[in-house]
C-alpha cells in the first residue's frame, strides 16, 4: 500500500493552487500512490490568522467545488484522496472538514475538526464550529481511515478513539509553523513536540501515521505579527513510530511511501497495549479535572 | 527544583544492590536533588524472566524492610525518594509498587502498578496482581507526583489522568531491555518508541516526565533466552517533550537536573489543550474496543 503526501506553500489565488495540487496528485500516482493526502485547508491561504468576516465567503458546501474537482481526479487515477476544506454546512454555520473521496470519485466520509484552536494567528474558535461526527474513521476501498485535522494531533484520546474504531491509519492534514520571532531553540522544541506526539499515537497504537503539513511563509493580513512561516515537516510514521519518510521544512514536496499494513498485527503482538488497558479505571477521562 | 536519576546494573545479592544505591542517594542529595527516583524493582534482579514460585520470598510489606532503609536515607538527606519494591500484601497476593518518601522518612504515598504486561522474559502477570488504586497523584513536600511503573509508560490514558488529577511531574520507574537476538533496528525502534511515547506524555499534558530504567544485561535463569540486555537511557524531559539529560545506554550513571515546575503555566497557555479537550465525545475510552 502506497500514500502519497502532497506539501504545498499556497497563494491567495485558489485556482493557481488547485491547479498546483493536480500536478502533485498526479505525480503521485504515476508513482502508485493508491491514498493521496493533501494539507489542511489545501486551496486557499490559511486565512485564520484574522478575524475577517469576508473569509466565510470562500467556505463552499459538501458536494459542491471540491468534491467535484477531486472527486474527477480521483476517478482519472484510481485513488482515494483526502482533501480538506472550508466547509459551508449552513448560512452561518461553518466546519473545518476533511473529506474522504472514493477511487470512483464519490464521498467516502467527512470528518470535522473536533478539536478546534485559537491562539494569536490561528482565530480557529472563529470561523470552526466543533464537529459534531467525533472520531469516527472512514471505510474506503483502500482501508479504514482515521481522519483526524492538525489540532486533533495533540490529544492521544482523539488517536485512540480512531484505533478503537479499527482505524488502519492515521491521517492528519495540518497547517502549522513557526512565529517568526521565537527563538531558533523554541522553533526545535515546537517541531520537535508536533513529531514526536504524532509518533507517540503510531505507537500507543500499533499504527502508520500521515502528516501533511502547508509549508512557506505567509503573511499576516492585520500586519500585528510577521506572519507563519509553516514549517513542512510532513511525514509518515510505521507502527512503531518510526519515521519512514519527511520532508523538508522549507520547500514544497510530494513523496509516495510503502507501507505495511499487515505489520499492525505483528507490532500489536509484540507490544499488545490493547489487551492491557484497565478500561475499569479510565472512566474520568471524560472530566475536564478531576 | 532538582532531581536525581540513578541508574544501576544489580545483582543477585540485594545488599550489594542496595549499598551502591546508597552511594548513589548520597552523590545526588549532594549534587542539591530534592526529589531522587530509582528504577523499577531496585533492590533485585529482575525476576520475572522465568515464573518461579520462589522469588515471592523476596517481596516484602509496606511498611517493611525498604521503607525503612530508604526512609532513613530520606532522612539523613532530607530528600523525597521513589522506591519501587515487590509488595507482599498478603499472603498469595504481590503487587508492584512504588512508594514516595517523605523527607522525614514517613510514606507520602504509594502507587500499585495498573498495566501488567506478560511477554516472553516479562512474566509479570504471574508475580503482580494489578493495581486497584487507581492513577493517583501522590502529595509531597517537593510537589504532587504522578508516579506510574514502566508498561505503564504505554498508556496515554495513565498519564492523562494524573496530568488531570494535578501531578506535576510524571515519574517512571522502569525496567525495559533488548532481546539480544533482535537486529540492531529493530532494538532502535524499540528504544525510541519507549523514548517517545514517554516524552509525548509531556507533550500532551505539559508536564515534565522522569523515566528510569535499569541497565546491563540479567542472564535468563532458564537458559532458554540470552537474558534481557537492560538498556538504560534513563532521561528527563520538559514540559515540550524536550530531553534536558539522558543517561548511557550500557553504564550505570547518575546525574541530577534542574526542572522548572513555574513553566508548566507558561508552556500550557501556549498549548491550551486542557482547554479544548471534547470530554463530549470520550465516553468510548472505557470500551476495550468500540
Request: aromatic share 10%; charged share 20%; net charge negative.
Amino acid at each position: 500500500m502506497k500514500i502519497g503526501l502532497i506539501q504545498q506553500a499556497n497563494c491567495s489565488n485558489i485556482e493557481i493552487n488547485v491547479n498546483k495540487l493536480k500536478d502533485s496528485i498526479h505525480r503521485c500516482a504515476s508513482l502508485g500512490a493508491e491514498i493521496i493526502v493533501m494539507q489542511e485547508l489545501h486551496n486557499s491561504l490559511y486565512f485564520c490568522q484574522t478575524e475577517d468576516a469576508s473569509m466565510f465567503d470562500i467556505a463552499e458546501t459538501i458536494p459542491g467545488y471540491s468534491t467535484e474537482t477531486f472527486g474527477q481526479l480521483a476517478r482519472d487515477h484510481n485513488i482515494v484522496l483526502i482533501a480538506s476544506l472550508f466547509e459551508r454546512r449552513a448560512p452561518g454555520l461553518y466546519h473545518n472538514t476533511a473529506v474522504a473521496i472514493e477511487r470512483d470519485g464519490s464521498i467516502a466520509g467527512i470528518y470535522r475538526k473536533m478539536h478546534i484552536p485559537d491562539d494569536p494567528a490561528y482565530y480557529e474558535k472563529y470561523y470552526f464550529t466543533p464537529g459534531d461526527l467525533g472520531f469516527r474513521p472512514i471505510t474506503t476501498s483502500a482501508g479504514r481511515l482515521g481522519v483526524l485535522i492538525c489540532w486533533d494531533q495533540w490529544f492521544p484520546e482523539a488517536a485512540r478513539l480512531m484505533a478503537m474504531r479499527g482505524a488502519e491509519i492515521l491521517i492528519y492534514p495540518t497547517a502549522i509553523g513557526w512565529e517568526t520571532s521565537d527563538t531558533l531553540e523554541e522553533k526545535q522544541r515546537q517541531l520537535e513536540a508536533w513529531q514526536t506526539i504524532q509518533r507517540s499515537h503510531a505507537i500507543a497504537n500499533g499504527l502508520p501515521v500521515v502528516a501533511v503539513n502547508r509549508v512557506g511563509l505567509e503573511p499576516d493580513p492585520s500586519g500585528i505579527t510577521s506572519g507563519i512561516h509553516f514549517w513542512g515537516n510532513s511525514f509518515i510514521a510505521g507502527q512503531q513510530g518510526e519515521i519512514l519518510a519527511t520532508l523538508s521544512s522549507e520547500k514544497e514536496d510530494t513523496t509516495v511511501v510503502e507501507i505495511e499494513l499487515p505489520r499492525t498485527e505483528k507490532v500489536r503482538r509484540a507490544w499488545p497495549f490493547f489487551r492491557d488497558r484497565r478500561i475499569d479505571a479510565y472512566k474520568a477521562i471524560v472530566q475536564i479535572m478531576d
